[in-house]
């Protein structure tokens, strides 16, 4: 999806950094079983991130990755968690794919309409597992593509879109309490992500004349330093958010996973961040779970 929630390993313990790329190639191999060999392709960091804060934890095993077959990797057995975040994972990619296909031309609109084609029957037995989330995510796009077609300046309306969507990632667990903190830490996430790959996109939307709400709130024509009054806003309610989800989570019952969503919500989060509004992040490969 977009890959943006990521932990931040130079302070990570070891059996913390192996724990995460356990649950990573479980999440793969999850979706292999459940929606087909190809949707691995769709694996992301994010919902990696989301398998944890489900409390994914099971035996660690071996296995081969399709991408480094001569070497074994530590791989975290399929569990409720992992099945969870695989469905969501293959929901929210295609109706992405659909958005694509109505947005995009050329050869871009082609390529999504390939991917649709190709991930029609893995959606459909995703949706059908999940069709609670399923009906979220139909309806906080559509309220996102009227934002979209109305030109709407706001920072916050489609951001609150998008993260409604996080938020119908976890069910309800019947504790008022615990669903409350869990609900604003997946809402303000999820705004986080939408806010930071809004700033990422800046300079390809300012040429295709793209909807960005960040574009017509500052009244942009060429993407902003990230000291200039738009970056620092920008800023500001990244960290607001971040601080909000950080809140949230240490409201939470410790679990195994802790260590590791308190590590990239204080730790990974921001180092995305600074990336992003520096204008870096695209510069720099993207790191991977070796």
Known sequence: MFGYILPLRDELKVKDWERFRSVYCGLCRTMGRRCGPLSRLLLSYDFTFLAL???????????????????????????????????????LSWWK???????????KKLLARFLSLLFRRSYRRASERQPAFDKVVRE???????LETEGCPSMDRPA???????????PAAGDAFRDRSMEQLLYHVGRWI?????WDDLNEDLKSGSYNPLVLRFSLTEAPAP???????????????????LSALRLLDEGPNTPLLENILWGGLPMV???????QWRALKKPRIR
């Open 53 to 91: 804060l489900l409390g994914a934890d099971s035996p660690q095993g071996r296995c081969r990755c399709p991408a480094a077959p001569c070497r074994g990797r530590c791989c975290m057995t399929q569990n409720a968690a992992l099945e969870l975040a695989a469905d969501e994972s293959m929901i």
């Open 140 to 146: 906080q796009l559509e309220a996102l593509r009227r």
């Open 160 to 170: 609150d879109a998008f993260a409604r969507i996080l938020t119908a990632a976890v």
């Open 194 to 198: 939408y806010l930071i790959d809004a």
């Open 227 to 245: 000291d200039s009054p738009a970056g620092e806003s920008v800023r500001r309610t990244l960290l607001h958010s971040t601080n909000l989800a």
């Open 97 to 107: 794919i659909q958005d694509q296909l109505e947005d995009e031309s050329g050869w």
């Open 273 to 279: 961040q600074n990336a992003v509004l520096s204008g």
